[in-house]
């Protein structure tokens, strides 16, 4: 008899034409699905029942180890494996048992085989549910939530079959409240749910999840604890879905919890080729994060494997920021330690023939389908002598490489392990010409470091099978890699190459300009790790890529400087008012709370004298309506004094241009309270603010959708604006670069590193209030 197409095998076990079609356009799950048909129909005969069809689609999709199939269809073909709970159980046991031979006997036990239910005791499994919850049943009637029932009588009876659970449910409910009434036919009215803007008011904890809103109440520590149940524990790496094994897995797995102890292990692995970003800063705190939370410990390793790029000043850039974070790795390594271990796993993947010397050139490797090499099946000893030439420096840059034989998620095929690079290393010198790709340093440097969770970005997940292949084509431990979401801002560019570009075009002063988005950066603008650290939080451990507002960072920031930021009064467009009555023959001290909302935090003192200088934008002596600041007729309470000011006189140049304001006061509590309290400086200290906003104009600035001429065409032409000659009191005298202040009614701002003695430079961190414009 002929084979059936493909189509008709399928709908032949009960899958839909259109469900059918589907399955065939993923080729993986239709060639086992085909085969697990086949095998079937061999104890069965052609036709096979939808019930036994359904567990074959199931296995089909959810089976890890292809190895396990003809073992697995036979339970269900001899009928042995009859219900879903049963196939689950089957799955998990061949899932967290890689190794042969299977114990049957265990086997069977654990997934019910032979274990028979009987209806009797379905029958009393569900009594004895309803009995339960009779009095709630009798009052909510059919309103009541009848899953809850199957889910005590399934509890009771693991191996029943859900349907005749169900079935026995409906007639005991139907004998115990009769059929359904009017009333019970009515919808159960919804709770109604909080608008979305409640919801924002209500927490600012809530962030985006694969298109859903996820409210996030959890600290980031809760939420890495609440990781770790997600995730296999040590030494039960075969646990985790897509695990490769070899007949090595479990010995390497046992000799690895011998030197960790079961202990958490993760790492840092930055390329020392730039500086780190916002995106960064969600990885240091995953990686970190989630070995603190677990009782572990995190490396710093630097992926130091292309010299070319690398400078002495990105370590120590590195190594600042993440203690910056608050972070201290357990130990700063270097790939660069491995390089004898990584050539000598080399040589003996050669000898396994798993890799061999290639001399195609680069721009032939390049594009979606690059021709197979012709030197893929070279002789091993050919292969071996050849990269000890690349070794010696008998070949120029890109005539050889060294690749491995494997077919990469991406359908890249044998990528490159090592190359030619005639450039000195920073720790090495000239000990070497050949490097280590990230492809093939990264999965062996986390195994020499028995690193248990390898933590990456989702673009890292196309190579999650080449990291799994490398560490079992050379029997070494193999740790498993999880993949989480990167973090994006609008309004932001991160790429180094593009930096580069913003630096050179005079776009921006260096990486660590503050528009920047560089933790660097950051940290010049303000930005305190605390406020950083509470952002990633709130973005969460997504699994989907986040690109979050700017607004929401800067929000997180106001909530940490509000408590930890001493206020002072500046003002940045002086006018100067003269009090013709000043009340005391010198200056007085006023004392001011640091925190006004604290004043247990203490206070500084600020002289106040017959001239002051107020903002010029807090005068106008043609006001519109609505406007309460100084004017004629409209006097205002200078913040702090005690004292309210009222016009007397404008003095004017003779351009017309007022250059100052006479005045008297009185004691703020000797007449009418006025509509307002400005802030003012006397005897004050002259520095230099510089105001920022946005570098960019459009969300996405690397968008041609968005901005057709490229990221360097949509620069905000306002993004830095410096005051030269602003004042400040002189409760700031002493602050040092990143020290910083709350300027009463301008915004948070921080001492910048460019300060010198007399000559104080502030950078603004944020102002008080989001602009409406940017949310």
Same mark, same amino acid.
């Given at each position: 008899m002929a084979a059936l197409d493909p189509l008709s095998l399928f709908t032949g076990l009960g899958l839909?034409?259109?469900?059918?079609?589907?399955?065939?356009?993923? %080729? @993986?799950?239709?060639a086992q699905l085909r085969e697990a048909a086949t095998q079937a129909q061999q104890t069965l005969g052609c036709t096979i029942d939808k019930a036994t069809g359904t567990l074959l689609y199931g296995l089909a999709s959810r089976l890890r180890d292809p190895r396990r199939l003809s073992f697995l269809v036979s339970y269900i073909a001899n009928r042995k494996i009859h219900t879903e709970t049963q196939l689950s159980a089957a799955l998990e046991y061949v899932r967290s048992?890689?190794?042969?031979?299977?114990?049957?006997?265990?086997?069977? $036990?654990?997934?019910?085989?032979g274990v028979v239910v009987t209806p009797e005791q379905i029958e009393e499994a569900v009594e004895a549910a309803i009995n339960r919850h009779r009095p709630q049943l009798l009052?909510?009637?059919?309103?009541?939530?009848?899953?809850?029932?199957?889910?005590? @009588?399934? @509890?009771? *009876?693991?191996?029943?079959?859900? +349907?005749?659970?169900?079935?026995?449910?409906?007639? $005991? &409910? *139907?004998? *115990?409240?009769?059929p359904k009434t009017e009333t019970d036919l009515e919808k159960k009215p919804k709770v109604a749910k909080a608008r979305p803007e409640e919801t924002d008011r209500r927490t600012a904890k809530d962030v985006v999840?694969?298109?859903?809103?996820?409210? $996030?109440?959890l600290s980031l520590m809760e939420q890495l604890?609440?990781? @770790?149940? +997600?995730?296999? +524990?040590?030494?039960?790496?075969? +646990?985790?879905?897509?695990?490769?094994?070899?007949?090595? %897995?479990?010995?390497?797995?046992k000799q690895h919890l011998e030197i960790t102890g079961g202990q958490v292990r993760t790492r840092f692995p930055p390329e020392p080729n730039g500086i780190l970003h916002i995106g960064h800063a969600k990885a240091i705190n995953f990686n970190f994060g989630y070995a603190k939370a677990n009782n572990g410990i995190c490396f710093l390793r630097f992926d130091d494997t292309n010299p070319e790029k690398e400078e002495a000043k990105f370590f120590t850039a590195i190594c600042d920021m993440v203690a910056w974070l608050g972070y201290i790795p357990y130990k700063v390594t270097y790939a660069s330690n491995y390089f004898d271990q990584l050539y000598a796993w080399a040589e003996e993947l050669i000898r396994r023939g798993q890799a061999y010397v290639c001399h195609q050139r680069g721009e032939e490797l390049k594009g979606h389908n690059p021709l197979p090499s012709p030197w893929r099946d070279r002789p091993t000893e050919e292969s071996l002598l050849l990269f000890e030439a690349m070794r010696k420096g008998k070949f120029a840059e890109g005539e050889a490489t060294l690749r491995m034989k494997l077919v990469m998620e991406d359908g890249k095929m044998d990528p490159v392990a090592y190359r030619v690079k005639y450039t000195p290393h920073h720790r090495t010198g000239d000990t070497w010409c050949i490097y280590p790709t990230y492809d093939y340093t990264h999965c062996l440097c986390d195994s020499i470091e028995h690193i248990t969770h390898s933590l990456c970005t989702k673009e890292f997940q196309a190579r999650r099978s080449s990291y799994f292949w490398l560490c079992n084509a050379?029997?070494?431990?193999?740790? &498993?890699?999880w993949e989480y979401g990167r973090l994006n801002l609008h309004y932001a560019v991160v790429s180094k190459r593009k930096i580069l570009q913003l630096v050179a075009a005079g776009a921006v002063?260096?990486?660590?300009?503050?528009?920047?988005?560089? *933790?660097?950066?950051?940290?010049?603008?303000?930005?305190?790790?605390?406020?950083?650290?509470?952002?990633?939080?709130?973005?969460?451990?997504?699994?989907a890529q986040t690109t979050m507002e700017p607004h929401l960072l800067e929000a997180c920031v106001r909530d940490v400087l509000n408590d930890t930021a001493p206020r002072a009064m500046a003002v940045l467009e002086p006018l100067q008012v003269v009090i013709t009555n000043f009340p005391a023959a010198k200056s007085l001290d006023i004392q001011v709370p640091s925190f006004p909302a604290d004043e247990t935090k203490g206070f500084h003192q600020i002289p106040f004298g017959p001239i002051v200088f107020i903002e010029r934008t807090d005068f106008k002596e043609e006001p519109e309506p609505g406007y309460k600041r100084l004017a004629w007729g409209q006097p205002v309470g200078l913040r702090h004094t005690g004292y309210v000011i009222e016009l007397q006189h404008v003095v004017k140049g003779p351009s017309g241009c007022v250059e100052s304001l006479e005045v008297t006061c009185r004691r703020a509590d000797a007449g009418e309270k006025p509509k307002a309290f400005i802030h003012w400086v006397s005897q004050p200290l002259t520095c230099e603010i510089r105001l920022y906003e946005r570098l960019f104009q459009h969300k996405n600035p690397e968008d041609p959708a968005e901005v057709p001429g490229g990221f360097l065409s949509d620069l905000n032409p306002a993004s830095l604006q410096v005051v030269e000659a602003a004042l400040v009191d002189c409760s700031v005298a002493l602050a040092k670069p990143f020290d910083k202040f709350q300027f009463e009614r301008l915004g948070y701002f921080s001492v910048d590193p460019d300060s010198r003695q007399g000559q104080l430079v502030f950078n603004r961190t944020v102002t008080l209030k989001e602009d409406p414009g940017k949310v």
């Open positions: 839909s034409e259109h469900k059918a079609r589907e399955t065939l356009k993923n %080729t @993986a799950l239709s048992h890689p190794l042969d031979p299977i114990n049957t006997m265990v086997f069977e $036990q654990e997934c019910g085989v009052v909510e009637r059919y309103h009541f939530n009848m899953g809850l029932l199957m889910g005590e @009588a399934r @509890a009771a *009876l693991k191996w029943a079959d859900g +349907k005749m659970i169900k079935h026995e449910v409906d007639m $005991q &409910v *139907l004998h *115990l409240l009769g999840e694969n298109g859903e809103t996820v409210v $996030q109440t604890r609440g990781e @770790a149940l +997600k995730f296999h +524990k040590p030494g039960e790496n075969y +646990k985790t879905p897509g695990y490769v094994t070899t007949p090595y %897995t479990m010995d390497l797995l050379l029997d070494v431990y193999c740790p &498993v890699q002063r260096d990486w660590d300009d503050p528009r920047l988005f560089t *933790l660097t950066a950051l940290r010049r603008r303000g930005f305190p790790p605390e406020a950083i650290n509470n952002f990633c939080a709130r973005v969460g451990v997504t699994v």
